[in-house]
């Protein structure tokens, strides 16, 4: 059995192998006006793309771009972020834009914020922060409308992260969590061999960072961090975007990478690209990955050339109970067959029948992604109960 299991697994990575060395970035920039694209946000099927002096969606999975927003130099768009209908930006000039009606209309709203740069927008929950240069983070409760300042003046705050209940900020300086209850920030930088973060992204109990000194991986909640750039070569990572257990990181001078092992190991991804272009930013909207260049425009490629199962739209319902992927290295996907009126309760048990971990999908909801992280390599039984009716099926965790 062993045999055959190691002989399995050696002709998945080859067929793996196989697939990544097959993908193909295409150009996809027809309508934009530069071949400048430093931000992309996602909401839904619409696909924004910030470039130096406006906004631009895409419906169509980029094949045809409408411009949105026009802004005059020397204002410039930073970062953009969506949630909804609500898309909002981030400038060198004129502070915060927001949009309530996917862009069609565009505000500014900068009502106690006391700088006009903006250089990131998160937003966690009911509530927006961005990062600013030297003037510290604001927060906003009421979609942009006031803004109050949190602290940390002084740091060009380059990017944020929600990891749990914890807030924590990258910047020039190192990486900072927030302590709402004594309303201060402490450094969480042990381990960075470089102090400038360009990228945080949370993912369960672990966060990943990019920047200066490459990739680096927190499995503590930032209290210390491990340099992972195994197979990439220490470059400036300008950001992160994860997918389920794959990572592209997006590089200055080297172009873009994948790791599909959590950042242990990483493979250039530049077919039909040339690392001189200088990666700025990366989404992933429908089949696709989107990556904006600083020399030329906005490229795609699909992520089953990655060797990459993309699954369905998580807001239509399938007609079976479904978990995916199978195996799994860390993020499970547990799908409904229907929206349900009532939580479902969610039990994994080990071989022997233990308990291993619990969860639940609230009402209203069929989706729920469950980090498991913490569990070893081995097989699983996920068991869904939503009053009568009762759901079950065996998955695989390899490590």
Not at 153 to 176: E, H, P, R
Not at 183 to 207: F, H, M, P, R
Request: glycine share 12%; charged share 20%.
């Amino acid at each position: 059995m062993r045999k055959l299991l190691l002989v399995s697994v050696s002709l998945f990575v080859v067929v793996l192998s196989s697939e990544i060395a097959n993908a193909q970035w295409e150009s996809c920039s027809e309508g934009l006006t530069t071949s400048t694209v430093g931000n992309l946000t996602v909401s839904g099927n619409y696909l924004f793309a910030g470039i130096w002096q406006g906004m631009y969606l895409s419906t169509d999975f980029g094949e045809t771009w409408t411009k949105k927003l026009d802004l005059t130099y020397p204002n410039y768009i930073i970062a953009v972020a969506s949630n909804g209908k609500n898309i909002f930006i981030g400038t060198w000039g004129r502070g915060v834009y927001v949009s309530t009606d996917y862009g069609e209309h565009w505000s500014e709203k900068n009502e106690g914020i006391n700088t006009a740069i903006v250089n990131t927008i998160n937003i966690f929950g009911n509530n927006i922060y961005i990062g600013t240069r030297n003037s510290g983070v604001f927060r906003s409760s009421d979609n942009g409308e006031r803004w109050e300042n949190i602290g940390l003046q002084g740091n060009i705050v380059l990017t944020m992260t929600k990891c749990g209940d914890k807030i924590f900020a990258g910047t020039d300086d190192g990486v900072f969590l927030y302590s709402e209850s004594e309303d201060s920030w402490i450094e969480k930088s042990s381990g960075l061999t470089e102090t400038k973060i360009y990228e945080l992204i949370a993912s369960g109990d672990s966060i990943l960072a990019g920047g200066y000194g490459g990739f680096y991986h927190s499995i503590d909640k930032g209290e210390n961090w491990v340099e992972k750039n195994e197979g990439m070569p220490r470059a400036c990572i300008n950001g992160i975007t994860k997918y389920y257990d794959n990572i592209f990181a997006e590089t200055e001078e080297s172009g873009i990478y994948l790791s599909t092992d959590r950042g242990n190991n990483w493979i250039a991804q530049n077919n039909g690209i040339t690392i001189d272009m200088g990666i700025r930013s990366s989404a992933i909207c429908g089949n696709y990955i989107y990556v904006g260049t600083y020399t030329a425009g906005l490229f795609r490629a699909k992520l089953s050339d990655f060797g990459i199962t993309v699954n369905v739209d998580e807001n239509i319902p399938n007609k079976e109970f479904s978990i995916y992927p199978n195996p799994v290295l860390n993020i499970l996907c547990v799908r409904l067959g229907q929206i349900n009126a009532t939580s479902t309760q969610l039990r994994i048990f080990d071989v022997h029948g233990r308990i291993v971990a619990e969860n639940q999908i609230p009402k209203g909801i069929n989706v729920r992604k469950i980090d498991l992280e913490g569990l070893p390599s081995g097989m699983y039984i996920i068991n869904a109960v939503n009053g009568q009716s009762t759901e079950t099926q065996k998955f695989v965790v390899i490590r």
